[in-house]
C-alpha cells in the first residue's frame, strides 16, 4: 500500500513546512510596504511592487506545477523553490532603488508563488495514502501566520522597517530547511484510465471549471475586506489592540475548522456552498456598517467564507483531478483565484473611495452568485462522472454513474450514488 511506504513523520514534518511557509507569510502581508516605504518608494511605485507576484503566478506556477506532474517530482520542486525564493528575498534585501526592488521581487516571486500549491498537492496525495485529513495539518500554516504577524509587530517596535525584510528572509531560511526534511512520497501508481492528452484536458472539464470559478468568487470577494477593512474600523474609532484582535479572531475561526475537518461528513461541493452562504451573511452585514458588537461574530464567519471554500475546492480537485495532473490542477486553482483576487483588488478601492463600507454590497453579490452553482454543477457533471477509486491494496473499483441527478457523486462522500454500475478488477 501506499502508505507503508511513506515515512510516519510525514504529517509532522509537512505540518511544519506550512508553519514555516506561512510565518513567512504573516510578516509579508502586513509588513511588506512599511519596509517597501523605508526603502524610499513612493505610493505609486508601491503598488507596482505589490503587483508583481499577481503577475508571475501566471507564468511560474502552471510551469512549476505542470514540471512537478511530469516528472513525479513534487518534493524536489517544493524543496527546489524553497532554497531560491529564499535567496531571492535575501536578494531583495541587499537591492537598492526602485528598478533593483522590482527586479529582485520578481525573480523571488517566480520561486515563491508556487510554493502554495506544490504544498496543497503534495499533502493532498500523502495525507491521502495515509487515511489522514488536511485540515488538521493545514491549520498550523493558519496558527504560524498569526505567529509571523505578532512577531513582526514586536521587531518593528525595535527595529528600523529597514531591516524588517529580514525576518522574512529568516521564516523562508526554515521553510527552506524544513523542504529539505519533508517525506518522500510513494511512486505514482499507474492508472489504467485513459490519460490526459495534455494539461489543457483539465479545462475542457466543466464540473472542474465550476468547481474553481465557484470558489475564485468567492474568495475574490474577500478583496474589500483585505483591503479597507482597517481603515473602516479605524475610522469608526476602533483601537489598534481590537483590530488586530478581529483580524487575528477571522484566523482563529479558520482554525477551528481545519481542525474539525476530518471529522466532519461533507463533502466538497457542501463545503463550498457552505462557504457561499457564510460570505453572504458576512458581506451583507458588513455592508449595512454594524456596531462594534457584531463585528466579532461576523468575523468568525471567516472559518466559512475562506476556510470552508479553501477546503473544498482543494477536496474537489482531490476527488476530481487524475493522480499524474493533481499539481496541475492545483496550479490551475491557484492562477484562477489570483486572477480573481486581483480584478477584485483593483476594483475595491474605487467602490470603496465612492461608497464606503457599502461597498460590501458588491462583495455579497459574488457568493450570492455562487449559491445558484449546484444546477449548473450538476449538468457539467455528466462528463466527470467516472473516476478509478482505491478499494485496496489488491484491486480498483472503477464507479460509473448513471444516475439522473448526477451531483450526488459529488455528495455521497464514500459510497457511489443510486444507479451506478460498479465494475471491480483485480490487480493481485
Excluded: N
Excluded at 510578516?27 to 505609486?44: E, H, I, M, R, T
Excluded at 495525507?127 to 509587530?153: H, T
Excluded at 461533507?266 to 457564510?278: D, E, K, N, Q, R
Amino acid at each position: 500500500m501506499l502508505s507503508s511506504v511513506l515515512h510516519p513523520s510525514f504529517a509532522l514534518r509537512l505540518a511544519i513546512f506550512y508553519a514555516a511557509l506561512f510565518a513567512a507569510l504573516g510578516v509579508q502581508v502586513p509588513f511588506l510596504p512599511l519596509w517597501l516605504a523605508a526603502k524610499g518608494l513612493d505610493a505609486s511605485t508601491i503598488g507596482m511592487v505589490l503587483s508583481v507576484p499577481m503577475l508571475m503566478r501566471l507564468l511560474a506556477i502552471p510551469l512549476a506545477t505542470r514540471i512537478a506532474d511530469r516528472h513525479d517530482a513534487l518534493r524536489a520542486i517544493i524543496a527546489i523553490a524553497s532554497a531560491l525564493a529564499m535567496l531571492g528575498y535575501g536578494a531583495m534585501g541587499l537591492a537598492q532603488g526602485a528598478l533593483a526592488v522590482i527586479t529582485a521581487f520578481a525573480l523571488a516571486s517566480i520561486f515563491y508563488t508556487p510554493l502554495m500549491p506544490l504544498a496543497d498537492a503534495y499533502a493532498l496525495r500523502g495525507l491521502g495514502a495515509l487515511g489522514r485529513a488536511y485540515g488538521p495539518v493545514r491549520l498550523w500554516g493558519s496558527a504560524a501566520f498569526i505567529v509571523g504577524s505578532f512577531a513582526g509587530g514586536l521587531v518593528l517596535d525595535v527595529v528600523p522597517a529597514r531591516d524588517l525584510i529580514w525576518l522574512v528572509a529568516a521564516a523562508l531560511v526554515m521553510t527552506a530547511s524544513a523542504a529539505c526534511t519533508l517525506s518522500p512520497l510513494a511512486p505514482r501508481e499507474t492508472s489504467t484510465a485513459k490519460p490526459l492528452r495534455s494539461a489543457r484536458d483539465l479545462l475542457r472539464d466543466p464540473a472542474l471549471l465550476a468547481a474553481m470559478a465557484a470558489a475564485s468568487l468567492i474568495q475574490a470577494s474577500h478583496a474589500i475586506y483585505y483591503g479597507f477593512s482597517t481603515l473602516d474600523w479605524a475610522a469608526a474609532g476602533l483601537d489598534g489592540s481590537a483590530i488586530g484582535a478581529l483580524w487575528a479572531l477571522g484566523v482563529v475561526a479558520e482554525i477551528v475548522l481545519f481542525a474539525m475537518s476530518g471529522r466532519l461528513p461533507v463533502a466538497p461541493t457542501t463545503l463550498i456552498l457552505f462557504g457561499a452562504a457564510g460570505a453572504a451573511v458576512r458581506w451583507g452585514a458588513m455592508a449595512f456598517d454594524p456596531p462594534a458588537v457584531l463585528l466579532a461574530p461576523l468575523q468568525c464567519l471567516h472559518g466559512l467564507s475562506f476556510g470552508a471554500t479553501h477546503l473544498g475546492a482543494l477536496g474537489f480537485i482531490a476527488r476530481t483531478a487524475p493522480a499524474e495532473a493533481s499539481a496541475t490542477a492545483q496550479g490551475y486553482l491557484a492562477v484562477a483565484l489570483g486572477l480573481a483576487m486581483a480584478a477584485a483588488m483593483g476594483v475595491s478601492g474605487v467602490l470603496y473611495a465612492r461608497w464606503g463600507s457599502f461597498a460590501y454590497v458588491i462583495s455579497w453579490l459574488l457568493p450570492a452568485a455562487c449559491l445558484l452553482w449546484p444546477p449548473a454543477g450538476s449538468r457539467a457533471a455528466h462528463s466527470s462522472i467516472a473516476r478509478y477509486r482505491d478499494s485496496g491494496p489488491h484491486s480498483q473499483v472503477l464507479y460509473i454513474a448513471v444516475s439522473s441527478r448526477p451531483l450526488r457523486y459529488f455528495m455521497w462522500g464514500e459510497r457511489p450514488p443510486r444507479r451506478a454500475i460498479q465494475l471491480r478488477t483485480c490487480s493481485g
